[in-house]
């Protein structure tokens, strides 16, 4: 039997609908390097979803490597409750320095979405030990994304994730998001005072007095196909919550570590949320890990004698583990010291260019939005019209059945293709994706179809 077959004899792949697999099976990958993957055949790939948006640095980069091993011969791992260790204590200490200002006790778990009901849970109870008990809803966005969990999927909204769980979730408040591309006011990005804004004011009125918290993907709803919004929606969220005593939970588990340009999408706003959640670009994507990260307010309403029962009573297995602080340190210093940042910013305008030549005059590209390195081309059934091609087409899944074959990674989310690459990629390996991701797009949709 091939590997692929014997994969498929008993393995249940995540977010996959494993029929499809009978056509198109699993890619047996063999190694990584760099912005590369190479399959047992020994074909290339060139990753550019940085393999679920998490793989930073590139594949096996040698010094994540180093310290990951370094540490393994000192310590796996050990419970993380009552004992520490120093790559804990020594990567808190880290990113205190890059998180934005006020931040500044980190609780680890394993995974963004714990991460998620870690903040979910906070904020409760922290409403709750301080004398507001009454405040026991959450508000989220439109079309968010927050994981897969039963509280993270009740505050994301995504049909695709969510419809079928409904009646096993939360009852939200769900603020119609900002939609930059098809904006109803007729704006664009440039010009936008975020008219659309009012619809967080109506929802504030409405329901800040029994609400909690509101959680937003900052300036990047990813799953929804890479939307990206203004800063300044996010400012005036700030300030709405600072008025109506609603904690700013910011999802920051796809955009953190540079993703966005800056090392947080809320550092584009100049703001800081009540508490954050970050995962995947935190060990470079190599180790499962997650922190939920508060103020010291917060983390206040939980500090009291034991018998008054206020502690955070939420642990996970793995939280703190040894082996994913040390990558997430090793993390911290190539960001720094290979000034990775800098270099992204040099990439990205290329990025941009490089697409819209080849891109941005197809029939049935109807925009090509980027923030960082992270780059969108939304497909279109009509560009004038903006009308989207039905999901019933998969025009997304036949592109990226092509662009597989011709040695690109490309995971399209519906009608939208993005480039979410690790932040080393170089301008020729730009040009390699560009190139490939074009000659796909022509062949599926040859004259706009
Ligand atoms: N939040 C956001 C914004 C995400 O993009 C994701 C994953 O894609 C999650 C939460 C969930 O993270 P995980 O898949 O590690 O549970």
């Given amino acids: ?130 004398g507001r008990p009454r405040k026991t809803r959450f508000m989220c966005l439109s079309d968010g994304y927050h994981g897969e969990t039963i509280g ?22 769900r603020i119609p998001a900002p939609d930059c591309y098809r904006c109803p006011f007729g704006l664009t990005r440039e010009e936008c005072g975020c008219p659309c804004f009012k619809e967080a004011e109506r929802c504030f009125e409405q329901y800040a007095e029994e609400t909690c918290a509101v959680i937003v993907e900052p300036l990047l709803q990813g799953s929804a196909g890479m939307r990206i919004y203004p800063p300044l929606y996010l400012k005036k969220l700030r300030a709405l919550c600072d008025c109506s005593d609603v904690l700013l939970i910011a999802d920051e588990i796809a955009t953190g570590f540079g993703r966005t340009g800056k090392m947080f999408a809320c550092d584009h706003a100049g703001i800081t949320p009540d508490i954050m959640c970050l995962s995947k670009g935190l060990t470079g994507g190599y180790l499962p890990m997650a922190l939920t990260v508060t103020t010291q307010a917060v983390f206040d309403a939980f500090y009291a004698d034991y018998n008054e029962g206020k502690a955070f009573m939420h642990s996970h297995t793995y939280s703190g583990n040894p082996l994913g602080c040390r990558a997430a340190l090793a993390v911290q210093d190539i960001l720094r010291g290979d000034k990775i940042l800098e270099q992204a910013a040099e990439t990205a ?23 960082g390195l992270i780059h969108a081309i939304e497909l279109t059934a009509d560009k004038r019209t903006k009308a989207p091609f039905p999901s019933e087409k998969r025009i997304g899944y036949r592109i990226y059945r092509r662009v597989v074959e011709k040695g690109l990674l490309l995971r399209p989310l519906g009608n939208v293709l993005y480039f979410n690459p690790p932040l080393v990629i170089d301008e020729n390996q730009c040009e390699e994706a560009v190139a490939l991701a074009r000659e796909a797009v022509c062949e599926e949709l040859p004259s706009g179809g």
């Fill in 1 to 130: 039997m091939t590997v692929e077959e014997r994969d498929l004899k008993y393995i249940w792949h995540p977010c996959s609908q494993m029929k499809d697999y009978e056509t198109f099976p699993p890619i047996p990958i063999e190694r990584g390097e760099g912005v590369y993957l190479y399959g047992i055949d020994g074909k290339r790939y060139l990753d550019v979803i940085s393999s679920w948006w998490c793989n930073l640095l590139g594949h096996c980069h040698p010094r994540i490597n180093a310290a990951i091993t370094d540490q393994l011969s000192r310590l796996e791992h050990v419970i993380f409750a009552n004992l520490t260790h120093l790559p804990a204590v020594e990567l808190c200490e880290r990113l205190a320095e890059v998180v934005p200002r006020g931040l500044e006790k980190f609780n680890f778990s394993d995974n963004g979405s714990a991460s998620v009901e870690c903040a979910l849970k906070m904020a409760f109870q922290y409403m709750h030990q301080t």
């Fill in 152 to 173: 993270a999927l009740s505050v994301g909204t995504l049909d695709l994730y969510a419809k079928i769980y409904k009646p096993m979730l939360m009852d939200v408040v």
């Fill in 349 to 371: 305008p290329r990025l941009t260019a490089l697409l819209n030549e080849a891109l941005g005059s197809h029939p049935n590209v109807g925009e090509i939005r980027h923030i």
